[in-house]
């Protein structure tokens, strides 16, 4: 397994680093042994810059959603008698073909589409709305796939916490949101922090959805990559990219790590000093 | 004696009882059904599955629109009957499902046996790069091998999707294995080996029968995931090795053909059925 491994993951994800040093090929693809840094320097670019922001934004803004959506699902499963049914039904369309949901909002949102017809018919609308190849679109698309993804560890959080706590908070005089803020979501983070991870790093490296129900002013990191990759064939500069794209999804798994690792500290400190007392 | 009847009159002010009485309706009202997590809840649900209910109503639409024209399954004999490439595609990722399931089964069943045991130099070395394909976002892994197949010349097509595939699934054969063996009780195998086992004998009878939940559900999950891929697969498919997504995937790019949704609701019926089966192997497994 070690060697499997070593020669189909960690080589590529190496010649990624390589490639990114190099000139780009004549031809497409790479020279080698011409180090440069020009990829990175074309990284500058301010065209580049706006996608790189602009994927951030659409990360954070889509998994601030999911997380909103995803934490009153996992509390109602986790409170509910029939967990394994409700889980059930989550799982349903996660196990569904990720292309054929992607499929299904083109059959809801497009021009021709369920949602254009049903408003056309009810005469809310007269003409078509063109809903499909927008940043909102590929958000709310995008919260629709990973969904699940948040969902699935906040269950398997807050099923574990104790719900007398959040009794005892009431008794004690907090109204039922200062008891959600300040006892359930405290003792939740790690959950949390999981989610996040899960929802975040695959919508950041996003690149069919903004590729389906995208417009061209919705391309993300991913696609810019591709195109790279395919179309330009400029090999080291499809690298440099995925090496940003690397870096930042690191970084990310790296702090969600840290604050977890903190978090465990924090709580095992409080233990030993109650445990003292 | 003061104190005592003013405590008795506060107690029977009126405003001061409804208010007492309206607390804790309230509250038995909260616990009662629609509260603010049902709510939210059902109508995440609604989000979920009103994409593939609307799939399901127009996969019998007799037109090709999404203009309601009748109830046809025109669309089903197309699927069925006139669909060979389709077909081609859905055998190839069977193909690859299985085998590199397998594959990585047998791989990451060795390697996480392997990891449990025996103290070695690179222990956490394989601890670490098994969890880093599931923290890099899927167009990384596909590029990098795209360019590494390129770098290496070596043809694309069904046996470079099979590595591709292989190597994703790795990981979470490895992980589930290994969550397995963490609650292994080491004294079998002891008792295996004063027996008189050897060390393959040991493994096939003893460690492999107590992993299995764990190799049968890394299988599963791995054979599932494959049969999804397809950001990893479109970079490192060539012609003539189209898989089921790569298929979906054009067809929905080049001219969307209500064919699809009727394969759709196949795909969502046998996902539905699947997950009932395979909660149910579980069970069965988990019972003996």
């Known amino acids: 397994m070690t060697v499997w491994f070593t020669i189909f993951f960690l080589a590529p994800l190496l010649i990624i680093v390589l490639y990114s040093f190099l000139r780009k090929g004549l031809y497409g693809g790479v020279s080698m042994g011409e180090f440069t840094l020009e990829a990175y320097r074309a990284l500058g670019n301010p065209s580049f810059i706006i996608i790189t922001i602009r994927t951030f934004v659409t990360a954070v803004i889509a998994t601030f959603i999911t997380i909103l959506i995803a934490l009153p699902c996992g509390y109602f499963m986790a409170r509910s008698r029939n967990q394994t049914f409700l889980l059930l039904l989550i799982i349903i369309p996660f196990w569904t073909n990720f292309l054929i949901r992607v499929f299904a909002w083109m059959n809801i949102l497009g021009n021709n589409g369920f949602l254009n017809e049903m408003l056309i018919r009810i005469g809310l609308i007269d003409d078509y709305i063109h809903f499909l190849y927008n940043q909102s679109t590929v958000v709310l698309v995008l919260v629709y796939m990973y969904l699940p993804y948040a969902i699935l560890p906040l269950f398997s959080t807050i099923d574990k916490f104790d719900f007398s706590l959040l009794e005892a908070a009431r008794d004690l005089g907090a109204t039922k949101a200062q008891s959600m803020i300040r006892v359930l979501l405290p003792s939740i983070r790690s959950g949390l922090y999981t989610a996040v991870l899960f929802t975040f790093i695959p919508i950041f ?14 391309y993300m990191l991913g696609n810019v990559i591709a195109d790279q990759l395919t179309k330009a064939r400029n090999w080291p500069l499809a690298s440099a990219i995925s090496m940003v794209l690397t870096v930042i999804t690191t ?22 000093k109650g445990a003292e007392n | 004696m003061k104190l005592n009847i003013k405590g008795i009159i506060t107690n029977l002010k009126p405003g001061f009882a409804r208010g007492e009485a309206a607390r804790h309706a309230r509250r038995a009202y909260q616990r009662k059904p629609f509260s603010f997590s049902q709510t939210v809840f059902i109508a995440a649900l609604i989000f979920l599955f009103l994409p593939l209910l609307v ?15 009748g109830f046809s399954l025109v669309w089903y004999e197309q699927l069925f009957l006139h669909s060979r490439d389709l077909w081609r595609a859905f055998w190839n990722s069977i193909l690859i499902a299985v085998s590199s399931a397998g594959t990585a089964t047998v791989f990451g069943t060795l390697g996480a046996v392997g990891v449990n045991w025996y103290r070695f130099k690179l222990r956490n070395y394989v601890q670490t790069i098994s969890f880093l394909p599931m923290i890099l976002p899927e167009i ?20 470079t999707i099979f590595i591709a595939h ?16 963490d609650e292994f009780d080491f004294s079998i195998i002891e008792a295996a080996h004063d027996l008189g086992a050897n060390e393959r004998q040991t493994f096939l009878k003893v460690t492999v029968p107590i992993c299995m939940p764990g190799i049968v559900s890394g299988f599963l999950t791995a054979v599932t995931i494959s049969l999804e891929d397809f950001v990893i697969t479109y970079f490192v498919a060539g012609p003539g090795s189209t898989t089921l997504p790569l298929y979906i995937y054009s067809a929905i790019r080049f001219g969307v053909s209500p064919v699809i949704n009727a394969l759709s609701v196949v795909m969502i019926l046998g996902t539905v059925a699947l997950t009932y089966l395979l909660r149910n192997f579980l069970k069965y497994i988990a019972a003996k």
């Open chain 2, 55 to 69: 799939l399901i109503l127009y996969s019998f639409n007799a037109s090709k629109g999404m203009r309601w024209t």
């Open chain 1, 205 to 218: 490296g996003a690149y069919a959805v903004p590729l389906l129900v995208g417009g061209k002013d919705s």
């Open chain 2, 140 to 159: 990384i892994i596909g590029v990098s091998l795209s360019l590494f197949f390129a770098g290496i010349k070596m043809k694309l097509g069904l046996l």
């Open chain 2, 166 to 181: 292989t190597t994703f699934n790795l990981p979470f054969v490895f992980l589930m294995v290994m969550a397995r063996l």
């Open chain 1, 251 to 272: 970084a990310g798994v790296l702090i969600m790590i840290n604050l977890q690792r903190k978090d465990a500290s924090r709580t095992s400190e409080q233990k030993s």
